[in-house]
């Protein structure tokens, strides 16, 4: 079956940058989304950023626009989150999600904290 697996996270001072990345393994078709989910202690998750296969439409949440960045490497099949000028908000717990043939997917998570 799919598997996801986020890497990059740590801990950088605000105003830093991280760049995550999502492998997939176990594919049986295309992916049809991959987005980017975060959960900050005590909140729900929410949407961080999100990109199709198929149209290459990319969508970002309103706290993210114009810092991050969504993109993907299909031969790869790795989807990347570019973070810059980080904010202590932005600490959480990043998580993969995509879509196989109307399932979704998990990667476990990876932490961000930005913290001076």
């Known amino acids: 079956q799919v598997q996801l697996v986020e890497s990059g996270g740590g801990l950088v001072q605000p105003g830093g940058s991280l760049r995550l990345s999502c492998v997939a393994s176990?594919?049986?078709?295309?992916?049809?989304?991959t987005n980017w989910y975060r959960q900050a202690p005590g909140k729900q998750r929410e949407l961080v950023a999100g990109?199709?296969?198929?149209?290459?439409?990319?969508n970002y949440g309103d706290s993210v626009k114009g810092r991050f960045t969504i993109s993907r490497d299909k031969p790869k099949n790795a989807v990347y989150l570019q973070m810059n000028n980080l904010k202590p908000e932005d600490t959480a717990v990043y998580y993969c999600?995509?879509?196989?043939?109307?399932?979704?997917?998990w990667g476990q998570g990876t932490q961000v904290t930005v913290s001076s």
């Open positions: 999600n995509a879509w196989q043939r109307n399932v979704g997917y």
């Open positions: 990109i199709t296969t198929s149209a290459g439409r990319i």
């Open positions: 176990g594919i049986i078709s295309e992916l049809a989304v």
